[in-house]
């Protein structure tokens, strides 16, 4: 059972805009810590997609897009693309465990 | 460009300890914070514990009493050891460095990350 807890799987068309949610508690996201995201293609190491709770690194597309709400956290991907499908987990900060937390993951399929 | 590399045994016998080596190349290894993450085969993602590359740790409350991380500077490397494993610890295991504001492990996040190294544990 994850710390922060995510939909295990979402779906959209090529085009559509899909987000993934990111719930956590008063010890971590509603504590005010910043909230991450990474991208996990098929066979592959996580990679960073979006860092304090909206930032894009150098070369993610504006399609990618974060923010952050109370105790919750969203990830949202406009313009779906084929090479989007992959698995999405969010990272934040949990201050009853002293450590960082991840989301169980969200695997995103395109039709 | 920093990157890293995991190496280490592939396969480790249960109740034997688990020792994997992160070598950081492109870049120092001082300065910064570094971590290890596990991925069990098809679960999620588990931060496992970082260290200062003074030396300073904190770990997984969940493996704190089976875990040490610690670095050697002079070969820009550190390292993971898990002791009495079990099944359950067969996982793909990263290391990463911690990005963001150095020491403000609240708000920090793990850029970049090693490519992986799956760990078998069985008899």
């Known amino acids: 059972q994850s710390v922060l807890t995510q939909p295990p799987s979402v779906s959209g068309a090529p085009g559509q805009r899909v987000t993934i949610s990111c719930s956590g508690s008063s010890s971590n996201i509603g504590a005010g810590y910043d909230v991450h995201w990474y991208q996990q293609l098929p066979g592959t190491a996580p990679k960073l997609l979006i860092y304090?709770?909206?930032n894009r690194p150098s070369g993610v597309p504006d399609r990618f897009s974060g923010s952050k709400s109370g105790t919750s956290a969203s990830l949202a991907i406009t313009g779906l693309q084929a090479e989007d499908e992959a698995d999405y987990y969010c990272q934040s900060y949990d201050s009853s465990l002293s450590g960082s937390v991840f989301g169980g993951g969200t695997k995103l399929t395109v039709l | 460009q920093v990157q890293l590399q995991e190496s280490g045994p592939g396969l480790v016998k249960p109740s034997e300890t688990l020792s994997l080596t992160c070598t950081v190349s492109?870049?120092?290894?001082?300065?910064?914070?570094w971590s290890w993450i596990r991925q069990p085969p098809g679960k999620g993602l588990e931060w496992i514990g970082y260290?200062?590359?003074?030396?300073?740790?904190n770990y997984n409350p969940s493996l704190k009493s089976r875990v040490t991380i610690s670095v050697d500077t002079s070969k820009n490397q550190f390292s993971l050891k898990l002791r009495s494993v079990t099944a359950a610890d067969t996982a793909v295991y990263y290391c990463a460095r911690v990005a963001g504001i150095v020491g403000a492990t609240q708000y920090n996040w793990f850029d970049p990350w090693g490519q992986g190294t799956l760990v078998t544990v069985s008899s």
């Open positions: 304090g709770n909206s």
């Open positions: 492109g870049g120092s290894i001082s300065s910064y914070y």
């Open positions: 260290i200062y590359y003074s030396g300073s740790t």
